[in-house]
């Protein structure tokens, strides 16, 4: 998903606000933590390991959003103009 096209990572005019619906990158990377969270620590830390390069395209993509928690993770604080 962060390596395809800039409109499928942008919010939608008519977002619904409901991430498994109009945010599908954003729902597909609180599935990975959740599952990193439940996994024994190797486990988890092979996960998180595997995932950092998406992690980082998307965060070379996106800019910071103001607006969010700072309780949230970091990539639902950030947002693809
Ligand atoms: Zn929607």
Redo the contacts with the bound molecule.
Sequence with gaps: MVQGPTRFLRFRED????KE??RGHLAARDLLEDAALRLPARAARELREAVRPYDEIFESRSIADPGMPVSAFWWNRRFVP
Excluded: A, L, Y
């Design positions: 977002d619904c606000g409901v619906c109009c």
